[in-house]
């Protein structure tokens, strides 16, 4: 029973971190002030929201699940429209039907490889976690790989858009150009606005949808520069230009901030994770030795107090390592 409290506090722990990092990346990118300004911002370029709402459902929408009566059971949910957007930015052709399942599997997995190896139950538990959270945690990967991709593809496109508006061409047919020159996977966010446009949609809506999809502030950017332009006039071939060599100058000052702060990222992960670490290795070579802090009423406060301790701390280090440019 007390090895099996152990491995429920430490689930709970873990949980608890995934919840609190869920609900913060929720917020800033949501409810903060500059997504707020951001969002009134496109909203007062793009027309109402009653009229994209009415549009958008002449097109097509993504299948959440490959049977009917699961993709209808997942739109009722909030969680796996998150889940499908996470999907959507990672590039990945898996919905959210098989995600979930593979989560499915990787706990069974989990709970029998635990068993087999550890012969206790909260280790097995412990492992199932893991091993449940295992395909989250690589789609987490692709997704922060193909925007950090796309992002260093923006200065290309801005190019692209400054030449093709000096040769005469309309906006439209120069977002067309850049989905049929440009790499993936910018190429194929912007062959779907063209799309878009191309239904029917508009231009304001297409580049608002451009930037929903795809949460980089360099891009944010440039779609707000290129709909404010369109509307009071000027030279957007030469203000294109010119945010070219604006992320391009971020990008480098990105590049910097990263080296530098390496170091302490990686002090960062070796401080939370040395704790748990030890704690797993302690309870394979000598069980004993954690049990009677356990057994302790004393022990368990101090190691409810330590868990909440190393998670405050780890978003502490968090923040002050993650400099935002």
């Keep these: 029973m007390n090895l099996l409290y152990i491995g429920t506090t430490l689930l709970i722990f873990v949980a608890t971190a995934f919840a609190v990092e869920a609900v913060w990346r929720w917020w800033f990118s949501t409810q903060s002030h500059a997504a707020r300004r951001f969002s009134q911002r496109i909203q007062a370029l793009g027309g109402t929201p009653v009229e994209s709402a009415s549009r958008l459902s002449l097109l097509k929408q993504r299948r959440l699940a490959d049977s009917n009566g699961l993709d209808h059971l997942l739109r009722q949910s909030s969680v796996a429209a998150s889940l499908d957007t996470q999907l959507q930015q990672a590039g990945s052709t898996v919905n959210v039907g098989r995600l979930l399942s593979y989560c499915g599997v990787g706990f069974g997995v989990g709970l029998l490889l635990g068993l087999v190896v ?100 360099d891009l944010r950017f440039l779609v707000v520069a290129i709909l404010i332009q369109r509307d009071t006039g000027g030279n957007l071939a030469e203000l294109m230009q010119s945010m070219s060599y604006l992320i391009r100058e971020r990008l480098k000052l990105l590049g910097q901030v990263s080296a530098l702060s390496a170091e302490g990222r990686l002090s960062g ?16 070579v000598n069980p004993d030795y954690l049990l009677r802090l356990v057994q302790d009423p004393i022990g368990r406060v101090g190691l409810g107090i330590a868990a909440v301790q190393m998670l405050l701390g780890g978003l ?10």
């Design 269 to 284: 992960w070796i401080l939370f994770l040395m704790p748990i670490a030890m704690a797993l290795l302690l309870s394979v």
């Design 316 to 325: 502490w280090m968090r923040t002050i390592v993650k400099l935002r440019v």
């Design 118 to 217: 550890f012969s206790a139950w909260w280790m097995a538990l412990l492992t199932a976690g893991a091993t449940t959270l295992m395909p989250l945690a690589w789609i987490s990967r692709q997704r922060t790989t193909r925007l950090h991709t796309i992002q260093k593809q923006l200065p290309e496109v801005a190019d692209l858009i400054a030449r093709s508006l000096r040769a005469g061409h309309a906006l439209p047919v120069t977002m067309q150009m850049v989905a049929e020159e440009m790499p993936e996977p910018i190429s194929g966010e912007f062959r779907q606005a063209a799309d878009e446009i191309n239904f029917g949609l508009g231009l304001h809506q297409a580049m608002q949808h451009l930037s929903q999809r795809l949460p980089i502030d």
